[in-house]
């Protein structure tokens, strides 16, 4: 399984990228909400931060031609952009819009909470589709259960579109989407951050240092 992150942040984005970790960034609305920097100079900023990965930036329109301007807007910012564009009849027929003709724009069909939309999602030509996990977790159902469901059946059927296990909100949401054959996770730096710690491991490394400064601490490595 393959680490997106999911963040607008600049710092966030290098921090991660430097840990070698990560394929792709995916972004939202409120996500960038949260930034200072102007839009297209966000956008240039986290493109060029993540070697050619894909970067998802989601349009706003709420109507297909909408969709679709916005679309090319995008795309037209950086070879490695990702247009994310909502589930939904507009969305799907700006998805497959996108994706005809010489100028096809990869999309990432995001707010996905069902087998049959991701199915839809995946006969109109999305590249990626994007299950929300936490938030199905929030209405009592199961987000990591929609997961392997989805992944079951897009392999019955052949599907190729890649599956990104999205709205993660605990590091047990990343190994259970691993589990349940998610191809790409997108993880808030925050979870990625409680990913790479354990108690444990602290404590290892203060005991390593512990027992070098008894009998060897005039000496360095
Ligand atoms: O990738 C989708 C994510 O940004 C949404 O997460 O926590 O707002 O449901 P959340």
Request: hydrophobic letters at 45%.
């Amino acid at each position: 399984m393959e680490f997106f992150l999911d963040s607008a942040n600049l710092k966030e984005i290098e921090e991660a990228s430097s840990w070698g970790v990560i394929g792709g960034v995916t972004t939202n609305p409120s996500l960038m909400s949260k930034e200072k920097e102007p839009f297209n100079e966000l956008v240039k900023g986290i493109c060029s931060l993540v070697e050619g990965g894909p970067v998802s930036v989601e349009v706003l329109s709420t109507e297909a031609g909408g969709m679709v301007e916005e679309a090319r807007r995008l795309a037209a910012i950086a070879p490695n952009i990702v247009v994310k564009i909502p589930m939904g009849g507009e969305g799907l027929k700006a998805v497959y819009e996108l994706g005809r003709g010489e100028d096809k724009v990869r999309c990432n069909v995001t707010l996905v909470f069902s087998v049959n939309q991701a199915l839809l999602a995946a006969r109109a030509g999305a590249a990626y589709i994007s299950p929300f996990i936490g938030r199905v977790d929030d209405i009592g159902w199961d987000g990591v259960g929609l997961v392997e469901e989805m992944v079951d059946v897009f392999e019955v059927q052949g599907l190729e579109s890649r599956i990104i296990a999205a709205s993660i909100r605990h590091p047990r949401h990343v190994h259970e989407v691993a589990a349940a054959g998610a191809h790409i996770a997108t993880v808030p730096f925050s979870v990625l951050q409680q990913m790479a710690v354990h108690p444990l491991t602290d404590r290892g490394i203060e005991k390593f240092l512990a027992d070098w400064g008894k009998s060897r601490s005039s000496e360095s490595i």
